[in-house]
């Protein structure tokens, strides 16, 4: 079946470092992808998106490409900031409607 | 309302009871979804309504679980005979249209504790 799988956590960060999470899914039909970022104390929220290959999905300074040849959506950000810290959720779409979720990253950006 | 409201926020139930909780989805969102999320997993797909009609409860773990959206707004997840195993937090989540193209508003969740 449809499955996502994302690095596990914890990943701790000073500020400025560079981030990348990695997230693979499996290949089945032509999904869309998604990272959704949930703050302390808040719902899930969508990051960024992707609805085929090659797109480049972006927000907040962070970047995922859909690779359909290596099957991975992989999260960058440049220089993270303290307020980044979150628990970050990768995701594919199956059917038009339903989502696969990773386990999720906690991400800790020290100052 | 402004996004996804859930309610209770937490509940916690002794082992045997019956719980009921709330979704009030944003206004006018056709597609509603719900989830559960296990402590240190992803959330997992329930069961998904198209306004008033459930379209799909794939996901529902046992026959103790029942959802409804009987107009198509206001969706309650009920779960009887609780168990332990159902300690999770359940996840609502609204959507303009349901397709591919349509993102998914979560609300805050309720946190389950059966004991």
Redesign the interface.
């Given at each position: 079946g449809d499955s996502v799988t994302q690095m596990e956590g914890p990943v701790t960060l000073s500020e400025e470092a560079f981030l990348t999470i990695n997230c693979t899914y499996t290949a089945t039909g032509y999904p869309s992808l998604f990272w959704y970022v949930q703050y302390p104390g808040e719902g899930l929220q969508l990051l960024l998106k992707a609805t085929k290959a090659d797109d480049k999905g972006s927000n907040k300074g962070f970047e995922a490409t859909y690779r359909k040849e290596t099957t991975s959506f992989h999260l960058e950000k440049g220089s993270v900031q303290v307020s980044d810290s979150a628990v970050y959720f990768c995701a594919r779409g199956g059917s038009n409607y339903k989502l696969t979720f990773g386990k999720g990253t906690l991400l800790t950006v020290n100052p | 309302g402004a996004?996804?409201s859930q309610s209770p926020r937490y509940k916690v139930a002794k082992r045997g009871q019956d719980v009921a909780l709330r979704c009030d989805p944003i206004s006018g969102h056709v597609?509603l979804?719900w989830y559960q999320q296990a402590l240190?997993?992803?959330?997992?797909?329930l069961t998904?309504f198209q306004n008033e009609a459930q379209l799909?409860k794939s996901g529902l773990p046992s026959d103790r679980f029942f959802a409804e959206r009987p107009e198509g707004s206001v969706s309650t997840l009920k779960i009887q005979r609780t168990q332990q195993e159902d300690s999770a937090v359940y996840?609502c989540?609204s959507s303009l249209a349901?397709?591919?193209?349509s993102?998914?508003h979560?609300?805050?969740?309720t946190r389950l504790t059966v004991t």
């Open positions: - | 996004g996804v597609s979804f240190g997993q992803g959330p997992e797909f998904y799909d996840l989540a349901g397709g591919r193209d993102p998914l979560f609300g805050n969740g």
